[in-house]
């Protein structure tokens, strides 16, 4: 799957957050989906909402990261990261909970590692 710019034919996808867990906890029937993909993005919300989860483990977010150099995030803008992640940093700090993302506690499958 390309990262970069895409043409207006081919298999495009944008995963929400429910799809990325889905994906990263090995989901077959996505992965197969993806692996014939042009392209597969992500909304910058999405990651946010991804990395807010407060039961994320070390290796969670390593799978993350790892994904996310296979997807384009599409962003407000790279001056935005600051913000970002100061967002991040004050849903875990208040614990809000607005979007309700909801992982299997069991560890993540390494699809990202393929």
Excluded at 30 to 50: M, P, T, Y
Excluded at 75 to 91: C, N, V
């Amino acid at each position: 799957m390309s990262k970069g710019r895409y043409e207006m034919s081919g298999n495009r996808y944008v995963l929400d957050t429910n799809a990325i867990v889905a994906l990263l906890q090995g989901n077959a029937q996505l992965i197969q989906l993806l692996q014939n993909a042009d392209w597969a993005g992500i909304s910058v919300i999405s990651q946010i909402e991804f990395l807010v989860f407060s039961g994320l483990t070390q290796a969670d977010r390593q799978l993350f990261q790892q994904f996310l150099q296979r997807v384009q995030v599409i962003d407000l803008t790279a001056i935005y990261t600051m913000l970002i992640e100061k967002i991040i940093e004050i849903w875990q700090q208040y614990r809000l909970n607005r979007f309700k993302v909801h992982l299997d506690h069991s560890p993540l499958t390494r699809i990202c590692n393929a």
